[in-house]
Nanobody, 116 residues
Framework: QVQLVESGGGLVQPGGSLRLSCAAS????????RAWYRQAPGKQRELVAS???????NYADSVKGRFTISRDTAKNTVYLQMNSLKSEDTAVYYC??????????WGQGTQVTVSS
């Protein structure tokens, strides 16, 4: 089992920045992909960014150039740096870890609200 705890969400004005953190604990060997998803009210959960075990990253078109995913393997933590935030970035952000076997783990989510 893997436990994921997100932090760093909050209220920010348009154009501002936030950094989300996801701390992992438990059996974290053989993790193939680490990712951030988000879910806005009334919408489906969507992939925001992912980073593979080899370091390759992938971003949703809507966040390219504004968000950066990174990891600190020594701290078992994955980050999402979010810059130039827009109101449409408002959502609950979830951390996700996936093994090659397909086992998937989710955090509890952290709210990000972009509003003036």
């Amino acid at each position: 089992q893997v436990q994921l705890v997100e932090s760093g969400g909050g209220l920010v004005q348009p154009g501002g920045s936030l950094r989300l953190s996801c701390a992992a604990s438990g059996s974290i060997s053989n993790i193939f992909a680490r990712a951030w998803y988000r879910q806005a009210p009334g919408k489906q959960r969507e992939l925001v960014a992912s980073i593979m075990s080899g370091g390759m990253t992938n971003y949703a078109d809507s966040v390219k150039g504004r968000f950066t995913i990174s990891r600190d393997t020594a701290k078992n933590t994955v980050y999402l740096q979010m810059n130039s935030l827009k109101s449409e970035d408002t959502a609950v952000y979830y951390c996700n870890f996936r093994r090659l076997s397909g086992e998937t783990y989710w955090g509890q989510g952290t709210q990000v609200t972009v509003s003036s």
